[in-house]
């Protein structure tokens, strides 16, 4: 019976975990589908990255995690039937505690939401994130607290229906979080996208290292004594080219694959390497004050 008892009790334990990782990673999803779909003038490109990869740690993290919290789920309510009153009283103080760590996540969260409105977050997004978090949370109250009551003990078909909405809800979310989302090839190619840059980075301070010590713009690159690696990193898809465009100005041009975030139109362009898709050259302008050290 002690085995029995402590096998339930650690199946408690572990739909507990997942109950946990699946709402708060529900509420990640939601906010991150809320940043997309509402953007704020006030948000740089990197925040839309942030959001787009906090979307797929989200998918990934349902995907696995809430099956398993709905499947434990079935299984301790099942037990609960038919299991004597000691194994109902073991668990009872782990469904208050799920009630406590509710309210506790609630004004965690809801404490974020304001302090982020209050630093001029968009009142839109502020009310649809207050009610995303408030109707999840209170949701999960409400299970809870009936369950402590032993509700779901005596009402099964309410129990499955509540389980099933639950789960449309959050594939609801999952699909409208892969629709929003770049497809696993094209993150793969904006990756390499960045890999170019960084490359086209330090290839940039050996050229502004050549100028400062020889007074001059090198003839090429090899001139500069750029690692090979380099230029391989640079040239994914095209060979990297280097154009020296006056005394002390150069461009340096690679192609990629898609537009950098900082391109994008609904956000500000805070950086001198961001991109459009295909062939495309930066300038530069050495610095000739200052020694630079390539961070290669």
Request: hydrophobic share 45%; with cysteine; aromatic share 14%.
């Amino acid at each position: 019976m002690k085995n029995h008892v402590a096998a339930h009790f650690a199946m408690q334990l572990g739909a507990l975990a997942a109950l946990y990782a699946s709402i708060t990673t529900f509420l990640v999803l939601l906010f991150s589908l809320i940043n997309i779909l509402f953007p704020d003038a006030a948000d740089s490109y990197w925040e839309y990255e942030s959001a787009t990869e906090s979307i797929r740690f989200s998918i990934a993290t349902l995907v696995i995690v809430f099956p398993v919290y709905l499947w434990l789920t079935r299984i301790i309510n099942q037990a609960r039937r038919t299991t004597g009153a000691e194994y109902l009283s073991l668990t009872k103080w782990l469904i208050y505690l799920s009630l406590f760590v509710a309210g506790a996540v609630m004004v965690g969260d809801g404490v974020s939401l304001v302090y982020g409105y209050l630093s001029g977050d968009l009142t839109l997004r502020f009310l649809l994130k207050a009610g995303v978090l408030g109707a999840t949370v209170a949701a999960a109250f409400y299970y809870y607290l009936m369950d402590a009551k032993e509700y779901w003990q005596d009402n099964e078909k309410a129990s499955v229906r509540i389980g099933v909405l639950t789960l449309l809800v959050v594939l609801l979310a999952v699909f409208m979080g892969i629709y929003h989302n770049e497809p696993p090839t094209q993150v793969r190619e904006r990756k390499i996208d960045d890999n170019q840059i960084s490359a086209l980075q330090s290839i940039q301070g050996y050229i502004d290292q050549y100028k400062y010590i020889h007074d001059e713009l090198p003839p090429n690159l090899t001139s500069a004594d750029v690692p090979e690696i380099l230029i391989e990193d640079a040239s994914v898809r095209s060979e990297v080219e280097y154009r020296i465009l006056s005394d002390d100005t150069y461009e340096l041009c690679s192609e990629f694959a898609s537009d950098s975030y900082g391109s994008d139109t609904r956000y500000p362009n805070y950086s001198n390497w961001d991109h459009e898709s295909g062939r495309y050259c930066f300038e530069h302008k050495a610095d000739t004050e200052t020694k630079t050290i390539p961070f290669y």
